[in-house]
Each structure stands twice: as structure tokens, then as C-alpha cells.
């Protein structure tokens, strides 16, 4: 693939899947927004919501009216129907020629580094991928407990996968376009496992990535859970990869 | 070839040449002092890397970064961002 000589229009394309996401939704979208005016980046945002019964929806509505219809994209889907999914089908819409995907529970810090592409733009990568483990990355609001259950996991994924990227499980990166496109085509898990696959297949296929420390700040609302069937499923999806790519 | 097929690969490759020289008839033998060292040595090996791993991810929980900072301005965020929306008609 040939890289782009000399700057070139870049839109970012960010896909918001949600569930249930009534008070952080509109939180994270005007944060978004703020960092890309501020940076006068050209943007669109893809609210692709399951069918959340809190309302999520009729919030995203009222958005779509304060920004715009060519800022705010609602693309709606009748029930939970999964995250991979919902990729593909925001990115049908999406118009940018970066997609960057995120949690909508305010987990992922609006990081301006990651958002104007400085990364990207830094090495031409084809993938940016935010990390817990390195340089100034970290968590806020875990407790022991759950930071050495994601360290010995990410020990374990290091040892057998050997990955080349220091934070698989998150889920905050920015792919070109084309990349997500040819990734998604590939990648056939579910959860924590689909986005350490996109990784995986990613390295296979000679896809370049960087790697953007960012805050992992963990739910504002809401719970988050890891729970012994999290762990269970994390471990067979990890013997899955370990054992198929 | 799968990581699996890797790691089959290299422990076939080791255990091969372990068995070779530990396990070689009396005429064949290397000299005492190295068939004493290689008897235990996947014994050896998997307590070695037992205790990396436990020092490895202890290191790592001691020194994951706990974002202080980056809670605090979220929360200011999230103060600004409600004041705003609701300026701009948003009901929450």
C-alpha cells in the first residue's frame, strides 16, 4: 500500500457503540466534539445503539439535533447484537478515512494526541492503539484485585501470543479505514477476545501499529464487571488465538 | 504456522536434544559433572520461569500508573459538559 505523499484531508470517523449509555452518552459526545473543534479536525460521530431500553436512543436523538445530522450519525439496531457487529455496521456510514473506536462510558480519556492523529502522523501508522501498560498509561478506580488479574492476563497473552503490542484488550484505537474494513473481514471472536485478535491478525497481515498511552478511567456510571465467567472466557478466547493464529 | 505449532516446534527441538544426552546408553554418555546439571535442567528451567513470571507481573501491579489527574479533569469535564448541554436545550 502506497503512504499518502504529503498531508492530505483527514475526517475521523468515531463509532460509538451503545447499551444503556443514557448519562455518559452526551458526555463523551461533547467532549468529542470540544476536542475537535479545538483542534479543527473534520469529524463525524456514529451513535450505533442496541436497542438500550434506559433511553439511550431518544438521548442520542436530542444530540443529533444540538450538532447536526452531518456530525452526529444515528444508525440504530433493534437489540443487543454484539460489538463486531456494530462496527461493521457503523463503519458502512462512515465517512472519514480514520475510524476511531471507543467505549461511550467515558472510560477512554479524550486524549488530543490520539484524536488528531499526531501518532498516526508520527509513523504512518496503520493502526494506533491505546495502552494501560506503558509510559504514562494507566488506570483510575481499580482496585489490587482487578490490576493484577489485568497484568497476570496480560502476562500470559504476552507470553503465548507475543503480540508486538503492549495492551490487547483495550479498545481504544484508531484504524485507517481500509485496515478496519480488511480486519473485520478476518476476525471471527466475540468480547475481550475479538479486540486482541484485531491485533493479532493485524501483526499477520504487516499492518503497522503505534502505541498511545492513554487513562483508563473506570466507570463514571454505571458498574463494571469482571467476574470469574469474564476471566473463563478471556482465558479460552486467549487458547483459541493461541492455538489458530 | 500457529503460535501453538511454535511452541510445539521449539519444546519438540529441546526435549529432543535433552533426551539425547541425558538418556544416552552408559558407552554414549557426556561427562559426569554436565549429566548431573542435565537431568534436572527442565526442572530447573520451569521454576526459572515460574519466578520471572511472578516477579515480572509483581513488578508491573507495583508500577501500573494510577491516573489521578486524568480523574480529576474528567470529572471538571463532565461539570462543563452538563452546564453546556443544558444551555444548549438538552434534557437530561
Redesign the interface.
Known sequence: MAAPSGPRPERLSVLLPTYNERDNLPLVVWLLVRTFRDSGIDFEIIIIDDGSPDGTQEIAEQLEKIYGSDKILLRPRPRKLGLGTAYIHGMKHATGNFIVIMDADLSHHVSLYFMDCGKQKEGNFDIVSGTRYKGNGGVYGWDLRRKLISRGANFLTQVLLRPGASDLTGSFRLYRKEVLQKLMEKCVSKGYVFQMEMIVRARQLGYTIGEVPISFVDRVYGESKLGGNEIVSFLKGLLTLFATT | M???GQWLCGLALLGSAWAVLALAPPELQPPAPLRQALLPLPVYLLVAFGCY?LA??GY??AT?????E??A??QE??RA??A??RR?????
Open positions: 500457529t503460535k501453538l513470571s515480572t507481573v508491573r501491579l501500573f500508573n494510577d491516573c489521578e486524568a480523574a479533569e474528567l469535564h463532565i459538559a452538563r453546556d448541554l444548549r436545550g438538552l434534557r437530561l
